[in-house]
């Protein structure tokens, strides 16, 4: 009972700091896009992963004579953790590499969002709810997601 009442606890004090829209994890974060950007990448080469793009839309838009906040989408994978879900269900790699989007909201929040891997390859036939991997590819987003939020 004690760990259940610590559990119920630490979740009850980390859920302002996650938003969850529909399927879309929100981890709130402070500094700026570029930088916290910078920490996801320095996190995802920590872990072990790789990055494979880093995609400046708020440049591109800027190149483009258009205006728009501040936003990166960082695209990484871990072979270990991908490879077995594609060996589920080949159209797993319409979704792999993972993405997490660094972006200044309207206020001049920076947020740091991914969807749920569970929900995004839930779609697949191939795919089971109790998958192991979807269970790291949660824990892996969570992981990287706070220690880039972290200053």
């Known amino acids: ?57 708020g440049g591109a838009a800027a190149g483009a004579g258009l205006e728009l906040n501040d936003a990166e989408l960082v695209i990484f994978g871990n072979p270990q953790i991908g490879t077995p879900a594609m060996q589920d269900d080949s159209l797993v790699g319409l979704y792999l590499p993972l993405r997490v989007l660094v972006y200044e909201d309207a206020d001049g929040q920076v947020w740091l969002a991914y969807e749920d891997p569970a929900a995004m390859l839930g779609r697949l036939d191939g795919v089971g709810s109790d998958a192991p991997y979807l269970e790291r590819m949660r824990g892996a987003l969570r992981n990287l997601t706070a220690a880039a939020a972290s200053e």
């Open 1 to 57: 009972m004690k760990h259940l009442l610590a559990i119920v606890a630490i979740g009850l004090w980390a859920a302002p700091a996650l938003a969850e829209t529909g399927d879309i994890v929100k981890v709130p974060t402070s500094g700026s896009v570029e930088a916290t950007a910078g920490r996801l990448v320095t996190a995802i080469g920590n872990a072990g992963a790789t990055v494979a793009a880093r995609v400046d839309h």
